[in-house]
């Protein structure tokens, strides 16, 4: 059955800009040598197993429009899901996949029945991954759907679904590291407030504090050497969600003193929705040191709402392609797919089309951001633009060396008189557009 859902056995090769081949990689080529490294290890692609074979195709408006053959809540059907996503990882050649545990066997009546699910199917992952290339990018738990969670997991103003929250955790975190996973990821769905009527901030805020603390004190406990991830969204579901963007989670690690020990897994798409650049929040998290992955996808800019589309905007992903160059690339983490076809795109294919043209668009932007690392045009411009940071006097008031009156009496004796110069904001863009080759 799993090689006879998509219309293809062969692998999806790179077949160079030339061909007119839909299931073939034009740009994608996982040998070609940047900046020193693989594409491959550059881009690090993982297939979202949650939006691939889980999502039926429903919008608020309308149920479901995909029928696979794997859909049901029986673990008969997850182990036939599990096949065919191996076949999809074998056939377009990714190294990674991701899952919520929900995603990859069904939820029984109880807490131990349901992880005892997922731990059967990780068992399964585990013999497939022995014969198979693909690994592990990250695990995590479904907080979310089961009504348990309306008002939250971690900030539920119930113990009792803390502590089944804690008890999911637990489970997909040692299943995560049983699996060889790089990291494990947290996505507080629901971790927020609808009424600040019903609200106490302040304890809430507290409560997943906690939280977070348990998860690395666990990891820590079993060994787990991969990367704790928080992945920032700023509404939807919620009207107002604890992890808004990247500058609220860094202070929340902060308060809680675990900014050296928890990353950042960054979404395009909620980016967008924070009123953010996606560049703007990879820059961000990598000037505060807490940079770790990224979930590839994109919104549709006149809905305001999470669409989680797939990526095949050039431009936007060379300039958040050149920020994670410039922020040494990825460690642990990598480019997710976190994205969903569309519900009118029914055809098994088009699972495939969707990723490799995404693959395409991602490794296309590579190779722009490549060529602004290597010509270095940006980076001397800025780099002159603040030049006067360097020297004597710059360097003297960073280091404490200058008071408000030293300053001032500085610029008396001195009779400085400073002018403004050009930002040159059109000539970047320029600059950018030739490396893009327009």
């Known amino acids: 059955m799993p090689e006879e859902f998509f219309s293809i056995a062969e692998p ?22 940047v900046l020193g490294r693989r594409m491959e290890e550059h881009l690090r692609f ?7 074979f889980t999502w039926p195709g429903g ?28 076949e999809m990882f074998r056939l377009l050649g990714v190294p990674f996949f991701t899952f919520h545990d929900r995603d990859i066997a069904p939820e029984a009546e109880s807490l131990a029945e349901s992880n005892r699910n997922v731990r059967e199917i990780a068992d399964l992952f585990g013999k497939k991954m022995e014969s198979a290339s693909v690994r592990l990018l990250w ?5 979310f759907s089961n009504r348990r969670y309306m008002a939250g997991a971690a900030t539920n103003p119930d113990p009792e679904v803390f502590a089944y929250a804690a008890g999911q955790v637990k489970n997909a975190l040692e299943v995560t590291h049983e699996l060889g996973g790089a990291n494990y990821v947290l996505w507080g769905g ?61 202070g929340m690690l902060q308060a809680f003193g675990l900014e050296d020990r928890v990353k950042i897994n960054i979404e395009q798409n909620h980016a967008i929705l924070a009123g953010h650049s996606f560049e703007h929040e990879i820059a961000l998290a990598a000037a505060l040191g807490i940079f770790g992955s990224i979930d590839i996808n994109r919104g549709d800019y006149q ?41 009118q795109s029914i055809d098994p294919d088009d699972l495939l089309i969707a990723h490799i043209g995404s693959m395409d668009a991602i490794a296309r932007a590579l190779l722009a951001a490549a060529d602004m690392m290597e010509k270095g ?18 360097r003297s008031i960073l280091g404490g060396g200058e008071s408000l ?13 400073p002018q403004p110069k050009s930002g040159k904001q059109e000539f970047l863009e320029m600059l950018v557009d030739r490396h893009l080759g327009v």
């Open 377 to 394: 045009d940006l980076k001397s411009f800025v780099e002159e633009r603040y030049s006067g940071w360097e020297s004597d006097f710059g």
């Open 139 to 143: 695990g995590t738990a479904n907080l």
């Open 405 to 417: 009156e030293s300053l001032a009496a500085q610029v008396a004796e001195k009779d400085l008189r």
């Open 59 to 86: 919008d608020p408006f309308g149920g479901q429009t995909l029928l696979r053959p794997w859909f049901g809540d029986t673990m008969e059907k997850a182990r036939l899901k599990a096949d065919v996503a191996f």
């Open 190 to 250: 629901r971790e927020g407030y609808e009424t600040l009527l019903n609200t106490d901030l302040k304890r809430e805020l507290n409560q997943l504090g906690r939280f977070l603390s348990m998860v690395v004190e666990h990891k820590e406990k079993i060994g787990f050497k991969g990367t704790i991830l928080i992945e920032p969204k700023p509404q939807e579901p919620t009207k107002h969600q604890y992890d808004f963007d990247v500058g609220t989670i860094y």
């Open 46 to 52: 993982a297939v979202c197993y949650w939006h691939s």
């Open 12 to 33: 999806v090769r790179y077949e160079g800009p030339e061909t007119d081949r839909t299931l073939a990689f034009r740009w994608y080529d996982p040998d070609r040598m």
């Open 303 to 343: 809905s305001g709402w999470d669409t989680d589309q797939f990526a095949m905007n050039v431009p936007e992903m060379a300039l958040a392609l050149y920020e994670i160059l410039k922020a040494g690339g990825f460690t642990t983490g990598g480019l997710n797919f976190d994205a969903k076809i569309r519900r």
